[in-house]
């Protein structure tokens, strides 16, 4: 039977993934520095808040605020929304605070995106980092999510690669979002999102993730996103959300574990995953007020 979400459950499911993104990215960013000790995290003991989060959050806190305030993305206002409230503070790289300063300064979204990277846009992971929130908002209509995801990837990822990137992540958080829902875990996740994936390195490497049965094996032969793009970041935290779907702190703990862009991996993850255990929601530096349910 097909569920039909009303627009408090789309939020709910939304707001819901936006709490495991910037609990994950918060979190995950923490490795980044000195003196974090990932066998007290393994142990239950992550380190002491407040966690500041990254671009990662400030994005998706963006493209949550857009879904809340239209139910749907419109590419021209959510590139505005970006270039207005990029704080360059918040770890974004080079490539996409270039974007935003152009949008900013009047280039056309499609024109600033389309000349990255020599003319042929980014193929990073940025896209898929702040699309889970997305993905549960559209839980119950799987064109929606694909068509959606696009929209809200191509403002800043116009290489195919970057946005093949977004439509998975969008697409494993609506599975997931959907299983919450029922209570019915899904039985192949990665098979899952495969079928709304066209030809591209992303969809290989979730191909070869459905053969991998360890945490270190899929890091090492998937990527764990050191290299910042989509193909080495997406399949690897699909691999993790399938693996750890009901266990929330095991999920991060896979992306801190297997190190590379931890918060990115950990943002993604926890954006699929949702539900935060409310003791580390409470470390995470407060979320903008400008994106708060209202």
Partial sequence: M????????????AYDSLAGLSVGDALGAQFFMV???LPDLVAGK???GPW???DDTEMACNLVAELRDHGEVDRDRLAATFADRCEPNRGYGVGAFTILRKIRQGTPWQEAAS???GGQGSCGN??????APLGAYFADSPDTVTAQ??????????HPEGIAGGVAVAHASAIAAKARLTGTPPPDLLGSVLGHLGESFVRKGIEKARAIGDAEEAAYVLGNGSRVTAQDTVPFTLWVAAHHLDDYRAAITACVRAGGDVDTTAAIVGGIVATPPPEWRAEREPLPDWVSRG
């Fill in 46 to 48: 992550p380190p002491r």
């Fill in 126 to 131: 940025g896209a898929a980092m702040r699309v």
């Fill in 115 to 117: 000349a990255a990277f």
């Fill in 52 to 54: 500041e989060w990254t």
């Fill in 149 to 158: 995801a696009i929209r809200a990837s191509e403002v800043t990822h116009q």
């Fill in 2 to 13: 097909r569920t039909v979400l009303h627009s408090r459950a789309r939020l709910d499911l």
């Fill in 35 to 37: 003196g974090r000790s």
